[in-house]
């Protein structure tokens, strides 16, 4: 959660600006009612400290009551580590963080734990607190791909950097465990963008909490606009929250995986070859869910208006609409989304937009036309609403799974337990 920061980012190594989309998933979970029982910011996106003040200033713009604890401040040992005496060093990955997890899992007896950053934490809590770590409900994290696709944004080539930045840790988790496990891959992560001017508005909005997304985005934004990165961007972390609140929205099913591993890449974007891949074709591994597209165009409209709304904006009226190719990536073309009774609102009065902004239409789509940027590909099984579920996908309470009704946030009764 390093939005805010200027520079730092690639675990301080790099001068470049951290990315902000782990800031906007906490909102999108908040938002949608959530029992987020806390933060532990790890490293990644920054270093783990500086992460911990612009973290703790998110939670309180959001008016949160959460704890921010510190995580790991440094990848796992590519191997296991011992003395030359025979001493097991696999304690020493334990950090506040990491206690913090194993003292709420035991106070509840159950969690669930949303992992947007490197799984570092997690797989050393599997290790060091196994009677804890078998509470996890599930893990809902942001990793992975298809098998052979191409990580590559307006030109720009990626890897999944939740993994190269800690390889073991994703291994240790879905090798060494049986803990339930959701995969919100790139392929669903990179899809429904948000237009850069629509997050560049926030920051001149008379809403507090906007006006504060908006400004601390700046330095990532212009950051963008300088490399020529593209018209919208992603929030890829807002996925993973988004599968808490409408899994129903998310294309979803039952696949192996398959995992190159290797010492952390943690320098270019580019510079490796390691991968972990997700796929229902991989049957030699324990079988987990994994999460590639939309529902429909329809559903990942949805989403992007929720994701403006949580953080007090809306879909500005000359705002360019999202449309995609037939490949499912995200590019722009000419338009401007339609209005309605001009502002957008909850039931708490937060998601506030300046007067004349554009409301939600019958579909809640910020685009129109034949090419939104989703698939549907691999759906599985199908409500009435074509939507796509599987055992895995729907939240756990104290009383078993979640039902939520289409449209309808749930509520403190039904929403997941907790999110990290």
Request: charged fraction near 20%.
């Amino acid at each position: 959660m390093s939005m805010g920061l200027t520079t730092g980012s690639r675990n301080g190594i790099s001068t470049s600006v951290p990315d902000i989309d782990d800031s906007y998933a906490l909102a999108l979970a908040l938002a949608h009612g959530v029992d987020v029982r806390g933060v532990v910011a790890t490293m990644g996106n920054s270093m783990a400290k500086p992460t911990v003040v612009t973290a703790q200033a998110t939670v309180d713009a959001l008016g949160a009551d959460i704890p921010v604890v510190q995580g790991a401040e440094v990848w796992l040992p590519v191997e296991a580590q011992q003395t030359t005496g025979g001493a097991d060093l696999t304690g020493t990955c334990v950090n506040d963080g990491v206690r913090f997890m194993a003292d709420q899992l035991r106070e509840t007896g159950g969690l669930t734990i949303l992992a947007i950053g490197p799984l570092t934490d997690v797989a050393c809590l599997t290790m060091n607190f196994p009677e804890e770590a078998s509470l996890i409900s599930r893990i809902v994290a942001l990793v992975g791909s298809k098998p052979t696709t191409v990580f590559e944004i307006f030109g720009t080539p990626l890897v999944d950097f939740n993994y190269i930045m800690d390889p073991r840790a994703e291994q240790i988790i879905l090798d060494q465990t049986f803990i339930p496990f959701t995969a919100i891959t790139f392929d669903l992560s990179s899809l429904a963008p948000i237009p850069i001017p629509e997050l560049e508005r926030l920051a001149s909005s008379p809403d507090p909490l906007a006006r504060f997304y908006g400004e601390s985005s700046m330095p990532r934004l212009e950051m963008l606009k300088e490399i020529d990165f593209g018209p919208a961007y992603p929030i890829f972390d807002a996925a993973a929250a988004w599968h808490l609140i409408r899994p129903q929205d998310q294309v979803c099913q039952q696949a192996g995986y398959r995992l190159k591993t290797g010492s952390p890449a943690t320098a270019e974007a580019g510079e490796t070859d390691i991968y972990d891949w997700f796929s229902p074709e991989i049957t030699e591994t324990r079988q987990v869910t994994s999460c590639t597209g939309f529902t429909s165009k329809e559903a990942a409209g949805r989403y992007q208006q929720a994701i403006l709304q949580a953080v007090g904006g809306g879909v500005g009226q000359t705002g360019p609409e999202i449309l995609g190719d037939d490949e499912g990536s995200p590019r722009t073309d000419e338009g401007s989304a339609s209005t309605d009774e001009g502002s957008l609102s909850n039931g708490e009065g937060i998601a506030r937009t300046d007067e004349g902004a554009a409301a939600l239409t019958d579909e809640g789509t910020l685009s129109t036309g034949e090419d939104t940027g989703w698939t549907a590909e691999g759906a599985t099984t199908s409500t009435d609403e074509g939507a796509a579920q599987t055992d895995e996908q729907a939240a756990p309470t104290d009383e078993g799974t979640a039902q939520i009704d289409d449209g309808a946030a749930p509520t403190d009764e039904d929403a997941d337990r907790a999110a990290w």
